[in-house]
C-alpha cells in the first residue's frame, strides 16, 4: 500500500502538505508512495544544520569523524537485506544494487579509513611550510579550517544511495553538517537509508537531513559559508548555478553532471587478442548496467575504421545475449529505467540521436523480457547506433538519451581517435583499450585534458580492473565542460572543498601553537625528562631534547660499509676524488641516520615507546666526512591517538618527531627526517 515518505528536518520525521508526487515501482508500475516537501522551511532547515549540527561535528577531531563513518558503516551493513529489497523497486538488478548501496558504505568505509592521513585536531595543516626570513624566526604556513556552513547535496535518481554516502562521507569527515535532496523518483530508497541512519544514533543532532521532494527555495537561502553540491543533467545543473544568491554569496558550487563519455579501441587491437573481448564486455557491462542509467556510462564508442563491421556484429551478439526483466529473477542481467518519465525521455533522445546514425541492434518498440509486462515495467532493449560520419553528424557529441543506449563511429588514424572524444566538450570518464604503451601515452597526453578520468585498460589490469564506470573515493570524480567543471571525493582533495584554506604567517612557535604540529625552528619543551620516557597523554607537542656529540671517524665509516654492504666509491677513503663533488671520504647518509637514532634513542631500559615503524621525509642535505662531529634536536612533531581493536589490545598512539642533524658549524643542517613511533597510553 502506497504510502507519504517523510523527510527528516529539525531533528524530527515530518510528512509535507498535501498529497505530493506519486513514486512507482519501476517493475511493476504499481504506485509504491507519494513525496512532497511542501510546507517545510527552508530557512529553518538550513539554520539548524548550521547552528546544531556545525559545532557538534566542528568540535569532533578527523579521528573522531574518522571512527564515526566506521561505525555508521558497520551499522549501514547489518541492513544490507532491507535496502535490496527497496531497491529491486527501482528496476535495479542485484548487480545494480551492490554497486549503489554497498559501494556507497563502501565510501563510508574509505573515509572512515583516511583519517589516517590527518591529525587528532578539528583542522589541519595544508602542504609546506614556508620560511619567510633569513633566520627562521618568520614563516608562513596554510591552514584548513571547516566552513561555518552547511553543505547541500541535491543528487539524481541513478545511484539514490551511492550518491549521497558519497558526498556525506566527505561532508562529515570535513566537519559540515548536510542537508540531502535526492532525485523525487527514487528518493524512497534514500529515505530507507537515512531511516537507519538516524535511527543508530551514530550522527550528532543536525549534521544529517532529507528533504523528500522539491527543494523549492531552498538555494535562495544560501550563505558563503554553505557548499552546494549537484548531480544531475548539465541544463539544470546550470540553471541552479546561475541562482542569483548563488552567485550574489559567491556559495563554491560543485556540479557533476552527465556527459558524453566514451570508449576507445586502439589501432593495434585485433580480433584475436585478449584486449578485443575485454573492449566488448567493457561496452555490453557499460550498457546495460543500471540499464544505462549512470552519469559514467559509454555514450560513444570510437574503433579503427578497418574494424568497423566487426565490432559491430561482436557488440551485437554480446547485447544479443543480455536477459532483460524482472530484477528479482536470477537469470535477469538487465532490469528497468528508473520510471515511465524516463522511459519517454530517452526514447525522445534517442530520436535526436537517429539524424545523425543508425539503429543496428535493438528496438525502440519492444523487448523480450523475463517475468515481467512491458506495458507496466519501464523497460527498453538496449540500443546500439551507428554513425559512420562522426565529424559531420554532430548530434552524437551533443545529445545524451540516459539509458542503455551507445554509438559506434570510426576513427581512420591517431589523431582522429584524440580529436573524435573531445567533441563531447567534456567527459567524467574516457577508456583506452590498448596493449601498446605508445598508444595509451598519447591518448592520455592528447585527450586527458577533456576528461576527468581516463581508464588505460589491458590484458595485464583487466580482471581486477574496477571498470570504465567506477569511480572511486580515493580518485577525483568530475570533468570538465559539459561534464560540470567540478570534482568530488579524491581522497584528502574531497575533504578539502568543505574547509576554507587559509595562509598564515608568524614565528614557528606560534604556528606551532596555532597548528598543533611542530614546525622547525620553534621554542621547544626542555624539562629534562627523555621524550621516550613519557607516555603518549603526556607528551607535549614541542617536547625536545637536544643530544651530546658524536665525532665520526674514517673507522666507522669503513665499519659500515663493510656491515651494509653499501661501497659506493664516495664512502672509500681510497677513491681519487677528482673529479667528484667530494674532497675525501664521506659518510654514508644512512650511517649518519643511525647515528642520530644512537643520540637520540633512550635504549638500555623498557620505556612506553612499543616501536619505531617508519621514517618520512628523510634528507641528507650536507656531507659529512671523518672528524666532524653531530648532534640532534629530536622534537615531538605530531600525536595520533589510535583506537584499540579488541580488548587483548594495547592502548597506543603514533607520535611523529622531528630529527634535526647538525655538525660543530650548527647550520645548515647535515640532515632532517620525520620519525614515527607507536608510544604506549595509560588507559
Partial sequence: MAHKLENYVLGNWIAGDGDGQALYNAVTGDTLAYATTKGLNNVDILNYARKVGNPALRKMTFQD????????????????DKFYTTSYQTGATKADSWVDIEGGIGNLFANASLRRKF??????LDGEAHILSKKGSFMGHHLLIP??????????FNFPVWGMLEKIAVNLLAGMPAVVKPATVTSFLAEAVVREIIASGILPAGALQLLCGSAGDLLDHTMSQDVVTFTGSASTGLMLKSNKTILAENVPFNMEADSLNSIVLGADVTPDMPEWDIFVKEVRKEMTTKCGQKCTAVRRIFVPENRLEEMQAALSKALAQTVIGNPLN????????????????????????LTASQLVYGSMNSVELIDADATKGSFMSPLLMLNEHPFDAVATHEVEAFGPVSTLMPYKNMDEAIALPKLGKGSLCSTIVTADPKIATDYVIGAGMYHGRVLVLNNECAKESTGHGSPLP???????????????????????????????QGSPSMVTAISGQYQQNAKGNVDGIHPFKK?????????????????????????????????????????????????????????????????????????PVLLNYGIDE?????????????????SCKEKIQQETKDENDIPKGIV????????????????????????KMKA
Fill in 330 to 353: 536470477e537469470k535477469v542481467r538487465m532490469g528497468s529505467l528508473a520510471g515511465k518519465t524516463q522511459q519517454s525521455e530517452v526514447k525522445m533522445q534517442v530520436q535526436k540521436l
Fill in 474 to 504: 580515493l580518485l577525483v570524480h568530475g570533468g570538465p565542460g559539459r561534464a560540470g567543471g567540478g570534482e568530488e571525493m579524491g581522497g584528502m582533495r574531497g575533504v578539502k572543498h568543505y574547509m576554507q584554506r587559509l595562509a598564515i
Fill in 147 to 156: 566552513k561555518e556552513g552547511v553543505a547541500v547535496h541535491i543528487n539524481a
Fill in 618 to 634: 628523510l634528507r641528507f642535505t650536507k656531507p659529512v666526512y671523518p672528524g666532524t662531529s653531530v648532534y640532534v634536536r629530536f
Fill in 119 to 124: 591529525p587528532d585536531t578539528s583542522y589541519c
Fill in 535 to 607: 607516555m603518549f597523554e603526556d607528551l607535549k607537542i614541542g617536547d625536545q631534547i637536544v643530544t651530546e656529540k658524536r665525532v665520526i671517524t674514517s673507522e666507522d665509516i669503513d665499519k659500515f660499509a663493510d656491515l651494509s654492504g653499501d661501497h659506493f666509491y664516495a664512502h672509500m677513503k681510497d677513491t681519487n676524488f677528482e673529479d667528484t663533488m667530494f674532497t675525501h671520504q664521506v659518510a654514508h647518509g644512512y650511517f649518519i641516520m643511525s647515528v642520530a637514532a644512537g643520540l637520540f634513542v633512550d635504549s638500555y631500559h623498557i620505556n
Fill in 65 to 80: 569523524r574518522g571512527l564515526m563513518l566506521k561505525a555508521l558503516a558497520l551499522h549501514l551493513q547489518k541492513h544490507l
Fill in 656 to 679: 611523529k618527531w622531528l630529527v634535526e642533524i647538525f655538525d660543530e658549524t650548527d647550520e645548515p643542517l647535515v640532515g632532517i627526517a620525520t620519525i614515527l613511533t607507536m608510544v
